[in-house]
Structures are given as structure tokens and as C-alpha cells.
């Protein structure tokens, strides 16, 4: 827990993401981050006149769907409105956003925090385009614009300031992020600046009510640079305050390579971005077939996945929490278990064999070569004693890295030892073989375990499995001929 004496500190965050549409809000142009500079862009999505803009169904069923998640209220008409300023990057001269009918109202978002779980309310969560982006070249000292990322459909997740420190506000974005995972909109792909976030931060007196000046921290793209960004802002501002000054309403920027923020610029006053109804486009209507259908569709959200399967599988908070990071994970680990049957087998091969391959090969569990099937084969064999738990691991590396059937593969590595199956005709064999030994051991004579154990591993050049070779020999008390 951060602490900072006599000073609480309330934070807002407004995140970005960008929806993971096929194409872009308004227009037919590709949503894809590939292509040349101004390779994806028309007439609508760069603003000339007489263009005329679409909505993208999906983009507003996405975020229609994040609203469900959350438990907002979702407005059944949705006006695009148009926010009027001038940027470069923006060259018809205003971004079409939502203003007093946005998507998502309310909502709120649990998450997990020193083991306690906290809620966030959400202000508010709308659709807007995004802007171009301008590239500032050394080279040729000249500054390039290229128009591919606008119109692409971004929503704007706003919170309440309910959050109270920077580990706080961490532990939010990563349940934000989860749940956007979830649901499957986004892929929140943070150095493609597909998931940005600002930091509304003000500090005040414990025992005052009223909200310190706020500043803001602008496009921090990672978790870890966020809780940085915010910790050194809130020193900055108890600095100023305890040496007699004032904050003053700014926007800042973090540099993270020398880990400081620094005034990028002063608000003198809030911006009027003189909105208004979009006349190009009328309100959409949400009607509640599709309010129902996407009710329906919603995934369980993580919180609670982690919370069942720390009651369903006993599972402690951390391994849940680490299953749970990823839905198709998740899901996996449930399939493993019904393959199975096994919690403790599957977890341990999940979060040990399997979890160590997806990292050596950086690939997600979707594309795990090792198929659900074999890997419980490779576990019977195990159980049954006929595969060792290195020649476990070896027989699993060597599936996972050749197109062959696991049988040839056991095979021609010898990684089984003599099948259960074989070992318990060799011990009769055995048995049968010596019928005088086998008179004595079976009327009382403990010692000639000894003896028959030496005979098999002879015979079995010291493969077999000593636990299952045991228990094959108590059986042998109750043989008859
Ligand atoms: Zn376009």
C-alpha cells in the first residue's frame, strides 16, 4: 500500500482502446495495423466534403458488449457527435465521438487488490474515431503524416476518481485489460498503442472533502510506466504543496527512459470543443434482440473465474489468478481436467510442462503442438509407471517439436519401459519358472521378494518400474499355477 502522510490521492483514468473491428468506424478501409503510410484511407475516413459516414455494427455491438460486461446502462439510441478542434493529425478539423447519448453509462469494474477486492465505478464508456499520426523524421528534419490510423474505432473507457493510489490504479488496468480480453474486442496490444491510458491525478488533505487541482498524465503505454508516472506525480504535487505553492491544472508526459514527468503543457482554461449532433449521421438505435443477444453471448468475467476456481478446483488465489490471466488459458485448463480427471495433474502440467513450452516458443496456448489427447496418453502412461518423469518430459518436447504419432515416437526414443501389461507376464513367467521359490514366498517366506525382484530386473535389463514390480509381486502370493 502507497502511503503519503497527511495527503489522499485521487485518481481518474480514462483508458483507450481500439476495438478489433475488420474494418474501420465510418468507412469499408481495412482496421488492420499493416500497409504503407495512407495505403488505408478514403475519402470518409479523412473527412473530405461530401463524404458520407457509416457506422460500423460491430464496432457499436463491441462496446454495446463491454457495457453488458461492466454492468452499465446501455443507451438504446446513440448519438455520434462531433468534437470540433484542429490538430494535424486530424486534418478535417473535428473528431466524431459521443457526447450526451455515449454508448455505456455507469458500470463499474471489481478488481483485486493486496488480496481485497475493490470496485471502480465507471463514468462512462463512448465510441470515437481515432486520429492520424505524424512522424517526425530526423532525417530528412521533417515532419510526415500518415492518415492509416484515422477513423479507426477506439473506445473510451472513463472512471470515476475512485482509485487511491498507483498500485491501485495498476491493479484496475489490469483487470480492464483482462476483461477487454475476455470479451474478446480488443487485443490490447499496448506497444501498438491499441490499449492507452491517461491519469487524472489531484492530491488532498486527508480531512478535507474538496478535490485537489488536477493534472494529467497523457498516452502512458504500460502498466508499469502508469504506476511510475503517477508515483513521481504525486510527489511532485506534495512537494509543491508543503513548500506554500499551488497546482496548477496541467498536462504532463513521462519520459520513461529517464523516468520523470514534465509539464507539457498549462490549461488556462478547460477546452470548448463546441459539440454538437453529427448532421451526417443519425442516432443508432440498440433494440433489445440484440441487448438479449449479447447478454447471452457475454463471457464470465475473470474476477469471478478466479473466484470459482479457487471454490471448484481448491485452487489457491495465485495459481487461479495465473490460470485465469487468459481466457483461452482458462478454458484449456478446464478441457485438461475433463480429459483428465485430475485437477492437481492438470494444474501442475499446465502451469509446468506446458507453460514453460509456450514461453520457450512465445506462442499462446491456441497454438500449443501438442494435442490434448496425447498429453493425456503421456499422463496414463505415467500413472500406470510405464513412463518415467523424465522421459515424461523428453516424450512431451519431442511431440511437441515432430508431426509423428506419439507411439512411433516412444518408440523409436525406448522411452517406455516394458508395459504393464509385459511386466506382469514376466513376473509369472518368472514365477512359473521357479515353482519351489515360489511355494516358499507364498507360504511366508518374505526374504524371496528379493528374489524374484532380482530375477525380473535380470530380466528386463532394469526397466521396470520398481513400485509397479511390488505390487505385481504381493500379487503373485494369491497365484496359482
Ligand atoms: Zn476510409
Same mark, same amino acid.
Given at each position: ?10 485518481? /481518474? ?14 468507412? *469499408? ?25 457509416? !457506422? ?75 486520429? /492520424? ?17 484515422? *477513423? ?72 508499469? =510506466? ?12 506534495? @512537494? ?25 503543457? +498549462? ?13 451526417? +449521421? ?5 433494440? @433489445? ?39 483461452? =488459458? ?21 502451469? *509446468? ?51 509423428? !504419432? &506419439? ?7 525406448? +522411452? +517406455? ?30 526374504? &524371496? ?33
Amino acid at each position: 500500500m502507497n502511503s503519503h502522510g497527511k495527503w489522499k490521492v485521487v485518481i /481518474g483514468l480514462e483508458v483507450h482502446v481500439q476495438l478489433n473491428t475488420k474494418s474501420k468506424l465510418f468507412c *469499408g478501409c481495412s482496421n488492420e495495423s499493416l500497409g504503407k503510410p495512407n495505403s488505408r484511407c478514403c475519402p470518409i475516413c479523412i473527412g473530405l466534403p461530401g463524404s458520407l459516414p457509416l !457506422p460500423n455494427k460491430s464496432a457499436i455491438e463491441k462496446s454495446a458488449l463491454f457495457g453488458i460486461a461492466v454492468n452499465s446502462k446501455i443507451n438504446k439510441s446513440v448519438q455520434f457527435s462531433r468534437k470540433n478542434y484542429f490538430y494535424p493529425d486530424l486534418p478535417k478539423g473535428f473528431q466524431t465521438s459521443q457526447f450526451s447519448l455515449p454508448i455505456c453509462e455507469g458500470g463499474e469494474i471489481k478488481y483485486l487488490h493486496d488480496n481485497m477486492e475493490k470496485t471502480v465505478q465507471l463514468t462512462r464508456a463512448h465510441l470515437e474515431e481515432d486520429a /492520424g499520426k505524424l512522424i517526425h523524421s530526423v532525417q530528412d528534419s521533417a515532419t510526415h503524416i500518415d492518415l492509416n490510423r484515422c *477513423g479507426t474505432p477506439l473506445l473510451e473507457i472513463v472512471s470515476e476518481p475512485d482509485l487511491r493510489s498507483a498500485s491501485e490504479a495498476k491493479a484496475y488496468l489490469t483487470q480492464l485489460k483482462q476483461q477487454i480480453q475476455y470479451l474478446e474486442i480488443s487485443n490490447c496490444d499496448m506497444e501498438k498503442g491499441q490499449l492507452r491510458c491517461d491519469a487524472n491525478v489531484s492530491i488532498r488533505k486527508n480531512d478535507s472533502d474538496e478535490f485537489g487541482t488536477r493534472a494529467e498524465i497523457k498516452n502512458v503505454n504500460s502498466f508499469k =510506466f502508469v504506476e511510475k508516472a503517477i508515483n513521481l506525480e504525486i510527489n511532485r504535487q506534495i @512537494d509543491i504543496l508543503e513548500n506554500g505553492g499551488k497546482i496548477k491544472q496541467c498536462t504532463l508526459q513521462y519520459d520513461d527512459k529517464a523516468d520523470s514527468i514534465s509539464v507539457l503543457r +498549462l490549461k488556462e482554461d478547460a477546452h470548448d470543443y463546441r459539440y454538437f449532433p453529427c448532421p451526417d +449521421l443519425p442516432p443508432v438505435f440498440i433494440d @433489445d434482440k440484440i441487448i438479449k443477444k449479447l447478454n447471452d453471448n457475454c463471457p464470465e468475467k475473470p474476477i469471478e473465474k478466479v473466484k470459482r476456481f479457487q471454490k471448484d478446483y481448491k485452487l489457491s488465489l495465485s495459481d487461479s489468478e495465473r490460470i485465469c490471466q487468459e481466457s483461452n =488459458f482458462a478454458n484449456y485448463f478446464e478441457n485438461l481436467i475433463i480429459k483428465i480427471g485430475d485437477v492437481k495433474k492438470s494444474k501442475n502440467i499446465l502451469l *509446468g510442462d506446458i507453460s514453460k513450452l509456450l514461453k520457450d516458443k512465445n506462442i499462446s496456448i491456441n497454438e500449443l503442438p501438442i494435442s490434448i489427447d496425447d498429453i493425456s496418453k503421456l499422463l496414463n502412461f505415467q500413472n500406470n509407471g510405464s513412463l518415467s518423469v523424465s522421459n515424461f518430459k523428453k516424450a512431451f518436447i519431442l511431440k511437441a517439436e515432430s508431426n509423428n !504419432p &506419439l507411439s512411433t515416437i516412444l518408440e523409436k526414443n525406448n +522411452l +517406455l519401459n516394458d508395459d504393464t501389461h509385459s511386466l506382469a507376464d514376466i513376473v509369472i513367467e518368472v514365477a512359473d519358472a521357479n515353482p519351489s521359490e515360489l511355494l516358499r514366498y507364498q507360504s511366508g517366506e518374505e526374504k &524371496l521378494k528379493g528374489f524374484f525382484m532380482g530375477q525380473i530386473m535380470r530380466k528386463t535389463q532394469g526397466k521396470a518400474n520398481p513400485a509397479e514390480l511390488v505390487k505385481l509381486i504381493e500379487a503373485l502370493k494369491t497365484h496359482s499355477n
